[in-house]
């Protein structure tokens, strides 16, 4: 009577062995997804130290701020619960800044994107010198802010400013550009569009160049015009990236204020004073950092509604 020796058993292979014999397969498979995940762990920890250590703290410690009266040329830092906000919500000169925020946000981004996607439009277009038109359309938002508010400030003075001349060739003589409220709030929106305009229809441009040549071809036969491929066919495509253009410079000109620093100095009075820029005076002028971190918070505030609605208006149409 022969004895048959069975082959080599694994805890897979045998379909009746106990958990006991199992337990040697699965173990070296679990240490080896610990060890993927620990790695992955490593990879993002740099990562996520630096932005807690850049971002977490110092606003965290903003918010600290805003809860104190510090003043360093009071003596120590106290306590001021929400003294700081009630001072703000009070205040006519902060009540105007954010006034004049929301106006300088909201109209430039809307010029932004007008003129943005037709530069994009026209920049998309098979014409010479295409490449060249394309890099000088970015020259505008190489220069710096404070550099272009600088050189504004020279550029519409009444008495020597060039461009200030030229607008009095075509009827407005007289005009003291940066001396009147209204003509002070014009230039600042106008020269901050300048900026910005070129660089939005760059982030156009691109949306423009993903869409298909065929649907155009197919509504050319189908006999619609320009305009018709326009609003049927580009601007429904490029809206995702529309509204992502618009979130991001509506941000951007809430914080921003080193315009009105260099141009104006949030003047005439504060007629062109925006939150960052307030901010600033009561920080770095008068030293009060408690209000300026009230400031600070009230403007992130601000910038956490505005990507949250923007957020949600995208996926709504993404939908």
Not at 102 to 118: H, M
Not at 236 to 254: K, N, T
Request: charged share 10%.
């Amino acid at each position: 009577m022969s004895t048959t020796h069975p082959g080599p058993r694994t805890g897979i292979e045998v379909a009746g062995s106990s958990p006991s014999q199992k337990v040697p397969a699965a173990r070296p498979r679990r240490r080896r997804n610990l060890r993927v995940v620990l790695f992955c762990f490593a990879l993002v920890a740099p990562v996520v130290l630096i932005r807690v250590f850049t971002a977490g703290y110092p606003m965290v410690q903003t918010a600290v701020t805003s809860l104190q009266n510090d003043n360093p040329t009071q003596g120590p830092a106290t306590w001021a619960g929400f003294d700081n906000y009630t001072y703000l919500a009070e205040n006519p000169q902060i009540q105007g800044s954010l006034f004049f925020t929301a106006v300088f946000a909201v109209v430039s981004t809307l010029l932004e994107i007008v003129i943005g996607l037709a530069l994009a439009v026209l920049l998309n277009q098979k014409f010479r010198f295409r490449r060249l038109a394309r890099a000088v359309n970015l020259l505008p938002w190489a220069i710096p802010a404070v550099v272009a508010g600088v050189a504004f400030k020279f550029a519409l003075d009444p008495q020597y400013g060039v461009i200030a001349g030229l607008l009095n060739l075509v009827g407005f003589d007289g005009v003291s550009w940066l001396s009147e409220v209204n003509p002070a709030r014009v230039s600042v929106i106008g020269v901050n569009v300048w900026r910005n305009a070129g660089f939005v229809a760059v982030l156009l441009l691109a949306a423009l160049q993903t869409i298909p040549g065929e649907l155009y071809e197919a509504a050319q036969v189908d006999g619609a015009n320009a305009w018709g491929q326009f609003r049927r066919i580009t601007l429904p495509l490029v809206m995702p990236v529309v509204l992502s253009a618009g979130m991001f410079m509506l941000i951007w000109q809430v914080a921003s204020f080193d315009l009105v620093l260099a141009m104006t100095g949030g003047g005439p009075g504060t007629a062109t004073s925006v939150l960052g820029y307030s901010a600033y005076v009561i920080g770095f002028q008068n030293f009060n950092f408690g209000r300026s971190a009230a400031v600070a918070m009230v403007l992130l505030v601000f910038v956490c509604i505005i990507g949250t609605v923007f957020s949600l208006a995208r996926r709504r149409y993404e939908k």
